[in-house]
T-cell receptor, first 114, second 111 residues
């Protein structure tokens, strides 16, 4: 079974540009998570969805960040406009909501904003 | 609220040394506990897990025991290899919906 698939794997963009990160969760999973990882702040939960509905977006840094999940097999994280401090690795992860179940991570999208 | 606290790194060990990475947790109820490993340039991968008190999770020579009396889930390996060099994350999930991760512990194993 394919794991969590993220694209792009690497992106370099100029400050002010819009960035869209994409995620395909594992088929059958009903929870999807977006994380950001930096050296300074470690792994931070940005938002998570359950059955395509955003449940907790308290980790979204500011209005420049938005996330959508239009269906069970696709989610996007958008940054508009991007800033250098947004440079990080963004991970998408999915799980099936049930006690004891595991969360599975994608390979990450490595974003550099110059 | 629910959280995990893991020992700060970095940890540097010689090959074949014994490894312990401490993890303690705070949670209401009976959470599931996990150890994840992240190799350079990759995402986090499940290493092992335990879902109830006194369970022992094990994988690739690593093991951890769910200790409710001490609220701990320490990761151990009897003899580390260079290929074990990675960042290790302790995590808990109270309900299978939310997951709380520690700050990660970097391990470097030198030949």
């Amino acid at each position: 079974d394919a794991g969590v698939i993220q694209s792009p794997r690497h992106e370099v963009t100029e400050m002010g540009q819009e960035v869209t990160l994409r995620c395909k969760p594992i088929s059958g999973h009903n929870s999807l998570f977006w994380y950001r990882q930096t050296m300074m702040r470690g792994l931070e939960l940005l938002i998570y969805f359950n059955n395509n509905v955003p449940i907790d977006d308290s980790g979204m840094p500011e209005d420049r960040f938005s996330a959508k999940m239009p269906n069970a097999s696709f989610s996007t994280l958008k940054i508009q406009p991007s800033e250098p401090r947004d440079s990080a690795v963004y991970f998408c992860a999915s799980s099936f909501k049930s006690p004891g179940n595991t969360i599975y991570f994608g390979e990450g999208s490595w974003l550099t904003v110059v | 609220g629910d959280s995990v606290t893991q020992m700060e790194g970095p940890v540097t060990l010689s090959e074949e040394a014994f490894l312990t990475i401490n993890c303690t947790y705070t949670a209401t109820g009976y959470p599931s506990l996990f150890w994840y490993v992240q190799y350079p340039g990759e995402g986090l991968q499940l290493l092992l897990k335990a879902t109830k008190a006194d369970d022992k999770g094990s994988n690739k020579g690593f093991e951890a025991t769910y200790r409710k009396e001490t609220t701990s889930f320490h990761l151990e390996k009897g003899s580390v290899q260079v290929s074990d060099s990675a960042v290790y994350f302790c995590a808990l999930s109270p309900t299978g919906n939310q997951f709380y991760f520690g700050t990660g512990t970097s391990l470097t194993v030198i030949p």
